[in-house]
Structure formats: C-alpha cells, structure tokens
C-alpha cells in the first residue's frame, strides 16, 4: 500500500488542505508549529479514528474551520485506488466512508473491515509504534517488544488471510475462560456449579423442621426493637464524644491567642513604617562592611609585597637582545652535535676505508699500487671485449674437440663396415646349391611322386606320368634360379663394400682437413687472446675466469678509493661547519661579555647561553606579571574603597529609615517590630484553625465563652477515650445484632419455599446435564488452545532470527561497521550489539543516538519482515535523526531511501541540514513538501 494523495477538511490547525505524495521517498519540511505532528496525526486517525474522551488534546477540532476530518487516496500493491474519508459520526471514533476505485461505495463496519483487510490486520498499536512513530516512540525499545506486535510480525504469512495467530489465540482463550477459568466465579462452570450446590443446600433445609417459623418470626421482632434502642446510644455518645474532642483539640487554641493579645499590648510603641527586614538587612551590610574593609588590608599589603618582590629582579639586556640569535644557535645545536659525531665517525670510517683500500691492493699483487688501479679501464667495454674474447677461444677449443670426435667417429665407421661386409660375404659362400639342391630332392621328389600317384589312380595311368614329370622339371628350374641368384648376390656386396669403402676414406680425409683447420684457429685466437691481456698490462698466463676475477677485485678496489675520497671530502665539510658554528657561539658570548668557547666545549657554551636566555626571559616575564599584578590591585584597592564608602551610605540611610539615633537603638526597634509581627502571624494561624475547627465567627465565640467556662479539662479528655470505648462496644453489639436479623430473614424465607421440593429435583437433573456439556466444550477449546500457543510459539521461535539478522545488516550500514549483529541472549531475553572484534554491549551501554538506531533498525527490519511475509504499508517518520551524528545521518537517509523503494516512506523534520542531506544523499530527491507556520 501507499499514499496517493490527502485532503484535510478541517483538522487542527488545518482547513482545505491539498497535497500528493511521491511513490518513494517522501520529505515533508517545516519550522516548529507548522503542523507536521497534527499531519501525521491525521495520517493515523485516518486508519482508526478518532481519539476517545480519555485523549481529547490528539483529537485536533477544527481551529481555522471546515467539517472535522478529511479523506486520504491509496493504492494497494495490485494497483487497485481506492479513498478512505472520515468525519464525525454518531461515536466519538467517527464515521469511515471507503469510495472503491470501480464506484462502490461502503461505509460502517463493512468500510472498517475492508480497511483492515487493506491494512492486514495491523492494529493501532502496531501501526503507531513499528509504521509510524516519532522521536519519542524511536526511543522507546518496549514499544517493540510488547506481545501483541511481536506475535503479529511473527505470525504473519501463516496461510489464514488477515486474521493472525494471536487473534485466533485470544478468540479460543477467551471462549475456554468463559466457560471456566481457575480462581474465577463468573463464567460458566463456576454458575452452574454454584447454582447445583444452591439447589442441593436449598432441598436439604427444606427437609427439616417447618416448625422453626414462627419461633423465628418473633426473634426477628425483639432484634429489631434492639437494634433501634441501641442505635440512638450510639447516636447520643458519638455527639458527646464529638463536644468532647473540639474541646480538647480547640482549648489550646484559644488560651494561646489571650496570651498572645496580652503579650501584644506590653510591647513598646514602634513606628509604623520601621522596616520589617531591618535587623536582617543591617547585619548584611556590616558584614559586608567589615568583609570589604579585611579584603582592602590584604590589597593594601599585597601591593607593597608585589612592589618589593619587583624592584629585587634585576634583567641583564644584553641577554635579551641576543635572544634571536641565541635561539637560533639552540635550534641548529642538535644538527650540529650530530655533525660533531658525524666527525668522528667519518674520521674512523676514512681510515677502515685506507686499510681496506691497502689490503686489498696487496691482495692481487705486490706490484700494484693507487695509480695503477685507478688507470685500468674496468668499464662494460672491457668487459665485452673479455667475453668476445674469451668465447672465442672457447668456441675454437670446441671446433677442435668436434672436429677429432668427427675424424674419430669416421674411422669407427670405416671398421665397422669393413667386419660387417666380411661377415656377410663368408655367409654367403657357406650357403652352396648342391647343399640346397639336397633338401630340394629330399623334400621336393617325394611331393611330385605322391602327386603323380595321387593323378594315376585318381584320374588315368597318363595323368599320373605327366604330374610326375611335371613335378621334377619345377624342382629342377627351382633349383637353377635360386643359384643364379645367390651368384649375383655376391658380387653385388662386392661392388657395394666397395663404393662405401671409398666413400669412407673420403670422410676421413675431410675430418682430417677440419681438424687442422680447427687447430690453426684455435692458436690464432690464442695468440689475440695474449696480446689483449699484454697490451693492458694484465699477465698472459690469466684465464677467462681469472682476468674477471682481477677485474671484479679492481672494481671493488676503485669503489673503495671512491668511497675513501668520499669520506675525505665529507670530513672536510665537517670541519668548515664545525668552525663556522663555533664562530657564532664566539660572537655572542662577546657580546655578552661572557668568556669565549672552545672546539672542546661548545656544548657547555650553548647550554650557558640558553639558561641564561631562559632565565633573563622569566625574571623579565616574573617582573612584568608583578607589574600587572600590582596595577590589577590598586585598581581593585580604589573600587573596594568606594564600595565602604556606598555601603556606610547605606547604614546611615536604613537607620534614618527606622527613626532610630544609633545602631544599638535600631536592633532594638527592630526586635521589637519582629516580635510584633511574630505573634500578629500566630494570632492569625490560631484564629483560621479555629474558624475550620468550629465553624463562623459567631460559633467561634460561643466555644470561646465554652472553654472558658470548662471546669476540669483533665475530665473531658479522659471522657473522649471512654466514650470511644463505649461506642465501638456498642457498634460491636449492633453489628451482631443485624448479623442475626439477617439469619433469621434467611430461616424465614428458606422456610417458606418448602413446596418447592419437585421443581428442585427437576432443576438439579437439568444443572448436571448442563454441566457435562459445558465441560466437554471446555475441553475441546483448552486443547485447542495448547497447539495454537505451542504452534505458535516455534513459528516466532524461527522467525525471530530473520528480524535480528535484517536488523544487523541495517545497524551494520547505519554505524559505518562499528556494530555489525544484534543478538538477543538467550538469559534474560535482552538485546545486545557485536561489533566486528567480537564485543558485544548491552542498549544500556549504548549511547541516546546509536540506541535509536538500534530502535530504528528493529522497525525497519519487522517492516521488512512483515512486508515479505504479508505486504507493504507506508512508513511515517517524526525527527527522528535529532540525536545522530552527521555522518550515521547520512547513512541512515540512504538506507531509507533503500527502503523506499518498497516501503513508501513520509518523513517530517524541521532541521534544513536533514533536507540538505536529502538532497547530497538521494540521487533522484527533487524538492521536500514544505508546511509553513
């Protein structure tokens, strides 16, 4: 649901009032008394009415005139519009019309349920302290933790329609309680049960003794006539008890006031108009007078200490005048104290930095020296030249070795074809034909003569020739092929070994060429190699790794007289310094006529002459405080002298004004003035108790004359505890009295109903039925009861941690991190905040801001809850940021307008920075409503 559009008839301070509503994020903004309270006001009246009796002042009658009331447009989540419009009615709630979007109209309960069924059941308690609150509701965290809104956000969405589970809880609780309830005696089962025990009682007495009647008839008589005698004594004591006590209590009374009027006409006569305060206002002002003239002594005595103590500092100028550049060596003394360290380190690094240079240079040779060193060119052209060098004579050495490998490997190969071809040809020649020849006629004529068999007999005699013959002539041209080709064979290898052995040596001799040339290069790059390391004054005799050891420990040699010369040129600067600062000491202890500083004393010198810069600078700042100090009580000493002088003004003037000569005349006229007025106010006192006491003036003289006339007090007080005594017995006496008229009425009349035997049995039988049948209904209700709350109970049981964890992501945005869970704790049921480390605080340890934002996070996530489970409804906000921080109110306005965008949102504020973080913190805010005053 949401807010279209409102129009106020007349409401408070409102009449014909007009405006729409954003389907987001609504700001409302006005100063204080512009009307945002009476619009949200109207907001909820809208929803449930108006306020009873009980409530009048948030009922808001019309000021500026119109029809009490005015109507509201909303839209549900379907799309659906519809008015809702209130007036008053014939109750003081008022009348609700709903005007449907296709026409209809409804009005009375069926408008009230169907703005229910809008609303989904929501109560006005609910709707007041989670949907629309103020600042004082945000406050309060037991508005959202009473039964009725915990159980209805918990229960929503259970499949029954708009009726929650606590309605359904309370409806089968109170049918159970009307039937019977424990302890009760007006429902049902505790009638019936009490009427069947009457009707029992009442058939037992009827049994009895008729004869009872007439004995109690006259009983009851003689009570009666007791009664009434025993009433006018009591009457009659209790007026004398009453005379008695107003003498007693108004006796004093009355003998004060004579002792006052005689006191009064033994006073003196003091003038009228003398000042009733006098004596009071007179010690005042001597008091005053001796205060101020103690305070001016001390001024006076002050101000000749200040004097004294001023004129014993003496100021040396000098110092004074140095103090810049004082200050200036102060500043500059701890760089130069470090510079004076920084020598002696210098110093002792210089000479490591010499021996290292020396030893080093013996390192690599006797013959080496500085000079030396620093004239060999170690730089990358060197070094490349080495590596090209160096990789040439690497790379003819391989040439070599490859090449005697290849020439090697040629002769293997020679050797090894030469075995094989021998090994081949002496196969050759042991596989002679006649040896084949052998096989071919063990093996072959017997085949062709068992095949010319087989033909003879098979076929004809002829066939079995012809197979035969046929059988050795293959045999024959067998034999003759294979010895052909065995022949040829071998001069063919013959050839072959031939060619390849001549087509090795050639290998050979090429290998041999290569190797030689190999050779030649070898010593050619040799020989360069040589004359590079000659040329530079190297020894021949170094390899590659040798010569870039020596250049790599002649790198490090020449870093090292660099770092030397370093160090050499940085003493140097150390020393100009050092003089340079001792100068400046020098000249300022000059002019201060102080004795000039050494190299070996220049922090002494230094911390002299801050101390005593320090030192002047205090005396002088000491002294100038003296001086004001001094000026501060003389002009203090001259206005304590003209305050004596106003108060001894004053003095003279009060005595005047009491027409007395002196002092000690003016106290006395003063106490006389006081006692006067003291038994003037007494008398008054004494006279008004006794006017409530007794009554009118005329009365009040006629207890006058009554308490004068009273012969013994003594007597009529001791008459008031006896008459009391008297009366309560009596009362006591009475009381039984009417106890048993009332038995005896009760006798008489339960005597008279003795013919109503039959028509008790027959109620009795009635009474037991009706009982059987109302505990059974109280037995289905008492069970229905049980699985409803425990039903209930699990469903808010697996909700709850739902709302916690809404309500921890929405604190976790608003505080930046600083609490990221809420947690409900398990002892005591109370709620506690985590934050990213783990600790965990209570709302009480919280402060007013962070605790209504824990209240507000609680609201927004029971909002969010009951709109996934239910549906949506607008969300009203008061002010509700009063008390937050303006980096959480940023925040929070960008959580709430997160939340707009289900839940429309109305926010009322009379602060311009909550409308200015709107417009920073919402990209699509474009101007709030503003209500003017």
């Known amino acids: 649901m949401k ?13 014909n009032l007009d405006f729409s509503f954003a389907p987001g994020f609504n700001l409302i903004f006005g100063p204080n008394e512009a009307g945002k309270t009476t619009m949200m006001s109207f907001l909820r009246t809208v929803f449930f009415g108006f306020p009873g009796k009980k409530n009048a002042s948030d009922r808001y009658e019309p000021l500026a005139g119109g029809t009490h009331g005015g109507r509201l447009e909303l ?70 933790e009473n039964e009725e809104i915990n159980a209805h956000i918990y229960s929503a969405g259970t499949g029954i329609g708009d009726v929650t589970l606590p309605d359904i809880l309370k409806s089968v609780n109170a049918q159970k309680n009307k039937i019977y309830k424990h302890g009760g005696a007006a429902q049902i089962v505790p009638r019936i049960t009490k009427e069947l ?16 009647y007439k004995t109690t008839i006259s009983k009851i008589e003689k009570l009666r006539k007791e009664q ?68 001016l002594q001390q001024q006076n005595n002050e101000i000749k200490k200040l004097s004294t103590q001023a004129d014993s500092i003496h100021i040396d100028n000098k110092i004074l005048e140095s103090e810049s550049m004082i200050s200036s060596l102060v500043e500059d003394y701890s760089a130069e104290a470090e510079n004076i360290k920084r020598k002696d380190r210098i110093i002792s690094n210089t000479n490591s930095l010499k021996t290292e240079v020396e030893n080093a240079i013996t390192d690599i040779g006797t013959d080496w020296n500085e000079d030396r060193v620093t004239a060999i060119d170690v730089g990358n052209e060197t070094l490349q030249n080495i590596r090209v060098l160096s990789e040439g004579i690497s790379n003819s050495q391989m040439s070599v070795e490859k090449s005697a490998n290849n020439l090697v490997q040629e002769k293997k190969n020679r050797d090894e074809s030469t075995r094989e071809f021998e090994t081949f040809s002496r196969q050759l020649e042991r596989v002679r034909p006649a040896t084949q020849f052998k096989f071919i006629l063990i093996f072959g004529i017997p085949i062709a003569l068992g095949l010319g068999a087989f033909c003879w007999i098979t076929f004809k005699p002829i066939s079995g020739i012809m197979a035969a013959v046929l ?31 001549e087509s090795k040596k050639q290998s050979i001799e090429k290998a041999e060429i290569a190797l030689s040339g190999a050779k030649d290069e070898y010593q050619q790059t040799v020989a360069k190699w040589q004359d590079w390391l000659r040329n530079r004054g190297f020894s021949i005799e170094l390899d590659r790794n040798g010569i870039f050891a020596l250049i790599e420990s002649v790198r490090r040699i020449k870093e090292l007289i660099r770092k030397k010369e370093e160090a050499e040129n940085e003493l140097q600067q150390v020393n100009k310094r050092a003089h340079k600062y001792l100068d400046r000491i020098n000249t300022i202890l000059k002019q201060c006529n102080l004795k000039t500083a050494s190299p070996d004393n220049i922090t002494q010198s230094v911390h002299l002459l801050n101390n005593t810069l320090k030192e002047q600078k205090r005396l002088k700042e000491k002294k100038g405080q003296l001086e004001e100090h001094t000026e501060g009580l003389k002009v203090r000493e001259k206005t304590t002298r003209d305050i004596i002088t106003e108060i001894e003004k004053k003095i003279e003037n009060l005595i005047l004004e009491g027409c007395a000569g002196n002092v000690g005349e003016f106290r006395k006229h003063s106490n006389i003035v006081h006692k006067r007025e003291k038994l003037r106010e007494r ?28 012969s013994d007090p003594v007597i009529t007080d001791q008459s008031i505890d006896r008459l009391q005594k008297e009366i309560t017995q009596q009362e006591l006496e009475f009381s039984d009295i009417m106890q048993e008229m009332g038995a005896k009425t009760n006798q008489i009349s339960e005597l008279e109903k003795n013919e109503r035997l039959g028509e008790l ?29 425990r039903a209930m109970t699990i469903y808010e049981r697996e909700r709850q941690p739902f709302v916690l964890k809404h309500a921890g992501r929405y604190l976790n945005k608003i505080t930046r991190r600083r609490y990221i869970r809420i947690i409900r704790k398990a002892d005591g049921n109370n709620l506690v905040v985590e934050t990213p480390e783990g600790l965990q605080k209570n709302v009480s340890a919280l402060s007013r801001g962070t605790a209504e934002q824990l209240y507000l996070s609680m609201r927004l996530a029971f909002i969010k809850e009951y709109a996934g489970r239910v549906g949506t409804l607008p969300l009203i906000v008061d002010d509700i940021l009063v008390n937050f921080d303006p980096q959480r109110a940023k925040t929070t306005i960008r959580l709430l307008n997160e ?32 209500m003017d005053t």
């Open 3 to 15: 807010f279209i559009r409102v129009y106020i008839d007349g409401y408070g301070k409102f009449h």
């Open 75 to 144: 839209e549900t989540t379907d799309k659906k519009r519809f008015s809702v419009s209130i007036k008053p009615g014939r109750t003081l709630a008022g009348e609700i019309n709903i005007l449907n979007g296709d026409g209809t109209e409804l009005s009375g309960e069926s408008a009230r349920k169907s703005l229910q069924a809008a609303l989904h059941g929501v109560s006005e308690s609910i709707y007041k302290n989670v949907f629309a609150f103020s600042l004082t509701e945000l406050q309060q965290l037991d508005s959202l």
């Open 197 to 212: 025990e009457r009707v029992r009682a009442e058939i037992s007495d009827i049994k009895k003794d008729l004869e009872r």
């Open 228 to 295: 009434t005698n025993l009433s006018n004594i009591i009457d009659n004591k209790r007026r004398e008890k009453e005379k008695a006590s107003r003498l007693k209590t108004g006796r004093d009374n009355v003998k004060e006031l004579k002792e006052i009027e005689k006191q009064t006409a033994t006073l003196p006569f003091v003038v009228e108009k003398f000042p009733l305060d006098g004596a009071e206002r007179l010690e005042k002002l001597e008091d005053k007078l001796t205060e101020r003239r103690e305070e």
């Open 471 to 501: 059988g050795i002539t293959a045999i024959a041209a067998l034999y003759y092929v294979y010895y052909k080709s065995a022949a040829v064979t071998l001069e063919e290898s013959k050839e072959q070994l031939s060619n390849i052995m």
């Open 683 to 710: 008398k008054n006192i004494l006279e008004i108790q006794l006017a409530r006491l007794i009554g009118s003036t005329p009365e009040v003289e006629k207890f006058k004359k009554e308490v004068a006339s009273e």
């Open 761 to 789: 049995r027959l109620e009795e039988e009635n009474l037991k039925a009706r009982l059987r049948e109302a505990l059974s209904e109280w037995s289905v209700n008492a069970l229905c009861h049980t699985l409803l709350k």
């Open 899 to 930: 939340v707009s965008k289900e839940n429309q949102i109305v926010m009322f504020t009379c602060h311009p920075n909550t409308v200015e973080l709107c417009r920073k913190e919402i990209n699509d805010f474009k101007r709030p409503v503003i």
